[in-house]
């Protein structure tokens, strides 16, 4: 079996599911002066592999999260 093979059947039979969510609307935001510091640690962390997320991206799964955490969604 080739190592694409072993990669594509990895997932079969795992329990772990992708939730796909509804976006029923947007609003275009900008950030205001968001610090330099924020910037480059994300890009050492997509650099070093620990996300393959984009930073808007990053930004809006962190709002999501504490959004749940604070029971707002």
Do not use: C, W
């Not at 594509?8 to 509804?22: D, I, M, V, Y």
């Not at 610090?35 to 620990?50: I, N, Q, T, W």
Request: aromatic share 6%.
């Amino acid at each position: 079996m080739s190592e694409f093979e072993k990669l594509k059947n990895a997932a079969k039979g795992s329990k772990l599911t992708e939730k796909k969510t509804e976006v029923t609307g947007s609003q275009a935001k900008h950030l205001n002066k968001l610090p330099s510091r924020y910037v480059e640690a994300h890009r050492k962390l997509k650099s070093d592999g620990m996300t393959s997320l984009d930073l808007s991206s990053y930004i809006y799964e962190a709002l999501r999260e504490k959004l749940e955490r604070d029971n707002a969604l």
